[in-house]
Every structure is written in structure tokens, then in C-alpha cells.
């Protein structure tokens, strides 16, 4: 749960010119940010960086598992077979080069020197070309995707129970497809059908181009006025459907019995609307407070009756995500401790957290929660990749960038009444999904 200075001009040379610009500032306050104007990209956001020798770039499509319409996975392998012209010039050029799919986007890098940035760059912009690898190319990929799959789900069992619990919590919806796939699904993947889903996640005209390290915007400009983009198919940019507005109300619970999972296990999802939640940066703030809240020790946190109080919990992990403007996530995943079943502790676990909710809104206990939000972004080394890497997060997850400063703005107007609210509206019944998972030897004893 597998994110500001003088006017210049740059004509194209080779083939369609992508960027005709003059630089703006950008209209949030990032700090050291430059946005280059572009006729083909959807933002170009410039982090110079004098501590920073080499350069890492990021292009960044608004599209990921959520928008696909095939085979569970597929926009995975596609990013594979897009990634082959990234990964083909880190070669070439001792540069590093990766990728990544999550629901929300696909995203492509590569790390540089300043001389190997205009080739960098070009290999982004031909990810947005159509597929053309071979048949046997992609098959032997699709062959990597599969052994990738293996590697990292090594706790398949519980893996695929979580994925139960999202089917289950989201009604099947686009956020709760797998990203990876599974082998079942790998196995069917072709290349015709890999090329129709580029066709419609790869847009140029609706990705976003980060580039963070020692170099100008001027040098930037430069360099991606000599980008060719011939090939590159001129599509009006869309816009990108939130993955969660809607939701049934109700409460499911399921004793399921798994092989391979070592020992029980408690893994419980809630989703709630947010009436209260206006302002979405405020709202944001309101939800990372929260779970600070929740996830301590202190008074009206889950630490204490779950595992320093009474030792209900062996390990637990809980979580609160905004998932859509006016829909959060409460995810919780614990093991009991010796002699505790799973019912004591999803009996607990719900009165602690239904405890600490009321508890919210003392000031003696969120104000605590909010000085140590904010002070993950007073407190920062290296403003320019703090600012890059947290432009980079938010346009993975599908969110608009906001720097550091507006953010602790929005901390600011996190106070008593406003998180009361968030905090009353995450009490109401929603909808929750319980599994309460046992060894399968248990139930053969």
C-alpha cells in the first residue's frame, strides 16, 4: 500500500518545440521553486540546489491502477515496458534510473550530471511515445514482473488478506486493485493490451516534470528546448476523477482461517465522510495531527490501552489518510498478545479509539501533536530537497504540491473546534471492514 526570476526565451530546435515559456512564480509558496510555463507539460517545477551536485529528474503521470480498465496490475507492467527508454540511456550514460506505479500515478526518474541531463530529459518525454518493444521484449518482462511480484510479497497470506479487507471496504472499487497484480493476472498480460492502457495513462500534456539539483532554471530551459517530441501524440489534458467520493454504510466482519500466516492477526478498515472538512490543506493538517494523536503514547493515544496499559496488543500499526476531499481512511492491523483473542482486541482497540476521538480536541493533547507536525517542516536541513522530494510525494498521490511554509500555515489553523469536528465525524458508524484472521492449523487442531 504499494508520493522566480528574469524573463527568457527558448526555441525548439529538433522536431515540435514542448516548451515555449517565461518564468513565473509559482502560485504557492515553495520556497526555491522556479515553474517554467511549458505548452505540452502539464507543470515544470525547477528546485536549483547547490548542495546537490548531480541532478535527479521526475516525470510524473496523474494515472496509475485506479485508471485502469484491464487486467488487475496491468499499469504496473506498463510501466516496465515504458521505463525500457529510461533505463536503456541510464545504461548507456553510468546514470541511475527507476520507476514506480501506485494507484494514483506512474512515475519515471533518472539521476545525473549536468551533462547527461538533455538526454535524461529526452528519455522522459519518450515515455509518453507508444509502446514499440518487441514481442519478445515484452514477454520477458512480463516474466521480471512476475519474479518482482515474488520477491516482495513474501508474506503472500496476509498480503492477499489485506487485499480482501480493501476489495471489501472499497466495494471493489479502482483504489482497491492490486497494483502488483498477481500471478493469475501476470500470466494474461499482452502487449496489445499493455499499448491501449499507454495510450490512455500516458498523456505529456497531463504529467509533471520536477528537477532538483545544481542547475539553473535558465540551463533547465535550455536543455528542454532541445527535447524532440516528435512521436509524441498531442492529447488535451483531463481531469483526474477522485478514486473515493462514495461509500455504503455498514459493518462487516469476517473469522477467515489462512495458511501461512504465523499466528492471528487483526486487520480492520473504516471509512468515514468528513463534512466538516472545508478547506483541504486545514483538513489535510487536521488528519496528519490526528493520527500523531492516535499513534503515541500519551494520554488519549492507542499505545497505552492497547499494549503499556493492559498488553492487549504484541504489535500494532494504525493509520488516518484523506482519500478523497471529503473521505478518510482508518486502517489498523495488530497481533494480539499471549492469551488474548481477537475479539478482546478489536473490542478494545474500538473503545480506545472511540476514547481518544473525544479526547481530541483537549488542547493539552493536540497541542502536543501539532509542535511536532510542524516541526518536521521548520526544521529542515536542505529546504530544496525537502521541497523537491515533498512536490514529488504529493504529485504521486495525486495531490496538488503546497510548501512548507503554507503547510505550517494550514498547522496553524489546526486548533480545538476544528479538530473536534474532524474528530466527531471519525466516531460516526461509516463503513468498517473486520478480519479476524487465524492460522489455518488452528482450525485443523
Partial sequence: MLFRYSVFAVVGVIGLSIFGWHQTRFDTDIEGVFQLPSERLAQVLVFPDDQKPDITAYLIYPRGEGQNRWQEGLAHYVEHLAAEKVVRVSRQEAQHANAWTNSTSTGYWLNTKKTGLEEALQALVDTAKPLDVTEDFAVGERDIVLREYEYR?????????????????????????????????????????????????????????????????????????????????????????????????????????????????????????????????????????????????????????????????????????????????????????????????????????????????????????????MSDVKYVDNIAAYEAGWAVDRYARGLTPIGRTDYGAALELVRAGPLKAIAQDMSVPGRVVVLKINPLNERLN
Fill in 153 to 373: 510479497f513474501a508474506d503472500k497470506a496476509l498480503e492477499d488478506q489485506k487485499y480482501r479487507l480493501l476489495s471489501d471496504l472499497y466495494e471493489n472499487g479502482p483504489i482497491s486493485q492490486r497494483v502488483g497484480g498477481t500471478p493469475a493476472d501476470i500470466a494474461t498480460y499482452t502487449l496489445v493490451a499493455a499499448q491501449a492502457l499507454h495510450a490512455e495513462s500516458h498523456h505529456l500534456s497531463e504529467a509533471s516534470l520536477v528537477v532538483h539539483g545544481d542547475i539553473s532554471p535558465k540551463a533547465v530551459a535550455a536543455l528542454l528546448g532541445r527535447v524532440d517530441s516528435d512521436g509524441v501524440p498531442v492529447n488535451v489534458a483531463r481531469p483526474v476523477a477522485p478514486l473515493v467520493t462514495e461509500f455504503t454504510e455498514g459493518r462487516f466482519e469476517t473469522t477467515v482461517h489462512a495458511d501461512e500466516v504465523p499466528g492471528p492477526v487483526l486487520l480492520y478498515g473504516k471509512l468515514v465522510r468528513l463534512p466538516s472538512c472545508a478547506d483541504q490543506h486545514v483538513c489535510g493538517a487536521a488528519v496528519d495531527v490526528l493520527r500523531r494523536l492516535l499513534d503515541s503514547a500519551q494520554k488519549g493515544g492507542l499505545a497505552g490501552p492497547l499494549r503499556y496499559d493492559a498488553f492487549v496488543a504484541r504489535e500494532f500499526a494504525v493509520d488516518v489518510t484523506m482519500m478523497g476531499p471529503q473521505v478518510a481512511e482508518i486502517w489498523f492491523e495488530a497481533r494480539p498478545d499471549r492469551g488474548v483473542s481477537l475479539e478482546k482486541l478489536l473490542s478494545t482497540f474500538e473503545t480506545s479509539l472511540e476514547g481518544a476521538l473525544a479526547l481530541a480536541g483537549s488542547s493539552d493533547r493536540y497541542l502536543n501533536a501539532r509542535r511536532d507536525a
